[in-house]
């Protein structure tokens, strides 16, 4: 099977996908393109599909590069391969031929760019990410580049979508103790349960920073399981673990 590559006019003809699950080689929970490494999937299938996405890439398999995630708001700059990944959850580069990628189940994959400027960057943004800055972080280290913020094109991949995303009381608690205004990315549920609206909230936080154009491409993870993994999904279901999708850019 071919892999699935969803894209945006938005970010014009510098190369980038956000990777479906389909055209993988992983099977049983993980069936289709697992990227992940920390999952339990085999490690040299896991590699299979990350060569996979290298090629789609154009880029050989070193320099498909990522990070170790932490739900953190630390942005990293890279100008070449790195010899092992650094905690964080964002990357940007004016270096061509690096493709700058990041794993998700859920959470917001992000894709950035400056054609102008030649700076791109990729971000992972989970509820914690996205209330601590990353996105904001990943817009300044694009900026200490040379980026212009008005120029900066910000896309969000397959994320899990409000209608799917049920929180409890705790949980909008961060939210209102940062800004009483969050209020309006919940939406009343069952009970005492509200609906999270994460894609709205990686919007705001995008046009907070300043970033010239930002979109969602309006795909649910958790919705569409021949498409996407998701934990969330994966937890309901009370499988063993998940797969990851990836997302990557590159000049």
């Given at each position: 099977?071919?892999?699935?590559?969803?894209?945006?006019?938005?970010?014009?003809?510098?190369?980038?996908?956000?990777?479906?699950?389909?055209?993988g080689?992983?099977?049983?929970?993980?069936?289709?393109?697992?990227?992940?490494?920390?999952?339990?999937?085999?490690?040299?299938?896991?590699?299979?599909?990350?060569?996979?996405?290298?090629?789609?890439m154009?880029?050989?398999?070193?320099?498909?590069?990522?990070?170790?995630?932490?739900?953190?708001?630390?942005?990293?700059?890279v100008?070449?391969?790195?010899?092992?990944?650094r905690?964080?959850?964002?990357?940007?580069?004016?270096?061509?031929?690096?493709?700058?990628?990041?794993?998700?189940?859920?959470?917001?994959?992000?894709?950035?760019?400056?054609?102008?400027?030649?700076?791109?960057?990729?971000?992972?943004?989970?509820?914690?990410?996205?209330?601590?800055?990353?996105?904001?972080?990943?817009?300044a280290?694009?900026?200490?580049?040379?980026?212009?913020?008005?120029?900066?094109?910000?896309?969000?991949?397959?994320?899990?979508?409000?209608?799917?995303?049920?929180?409890?009381?705790?949980?909008i608690?961060?939210?209102?103790?940062?800004?009483?205004?969050f209020?309006?990315?919940?939406?009343?549920g069952?009970?005492?349960?509200?609906?999270f609206?994460?894609?709205g909230?990686?919007?705001?936080?995008?046009?907070?920073?300043?970033?010239?154009?930002?979109?969602?491409?309006?795909?649910?993870?958790?919705?569409?399981?021949?498409?996407?993994?998701?934990?969330?999904r994966?937890?309901?279901?009370?499988?063993?673990?998940?797969g990851r999708?990836?997302?990557?850019?590159?000049?």
């Amino acid at each position: 099977m071919t892999l699935e590559i969803l894209t945006s006019d938005s970010l014009g003809a510098v190369r980038h996908g956000f990777f479906t699950r389909r055209g993988g080689a992983s099977s049983g929970v993980f069936t289709g393109l697992n990227c992940g490494s920390g999952s339990s999937d085999q490690r040299e299938i896991v590699q299979i599909n990350r060569g996979r996405v290298a090629d789609a890439m154009g880029v050989p398999d070193t320099h498909l590069i990522g990070v170790h995630q932490i739900h953190s708001a630390t942005a990293v700059t890279v100008d070449a391969p790195l010899a092992e990944k650094r905690r964080a959850d964002a990357l940007v580069t004016a270096t061509p031929g690096l493709a700058l990628s990041v794993l998700t189940a859920d959470c917001q994959p992000v894709l950035f760019a400056d054609l102008k400027a030649g700076v791109i960057g990729a971000a992972h943004a989970g509820w914690r990410g996205a209330l601590d800055g990353v996105l904001s972080a990943t817009v300044a280290a694009m900026e200490a580049l040379g980026a212009k913020r008005a120029d900066i094109t910000a896309v969000i991949g397959p994320c899990i979508s409000q209608r799917a995303y049920e929180v409890g009381p705790e949980f909008i608690d961060n939210f209102l103790a940062e800004d009483q205004e969050f209020a309006r990315y919940f939406a009343n549920g069952v009970d005492d349960r509200m609906q999270f609206d994460l894609p709205g909230f990686g919007l705001n936080r995008l046009r907070a920073a300043g970033v010239g154009h930002a979109e969602w491409t309006h795909h649910c993870t958790y919705s569409d399981p021949d498409r996407f993994y998701s934990y969330r999904r994966t937890t309901h279901a009370k499988e063993a673990d998940y797969g990851r999708l990836i997302a990557s850019i590159t000049l």
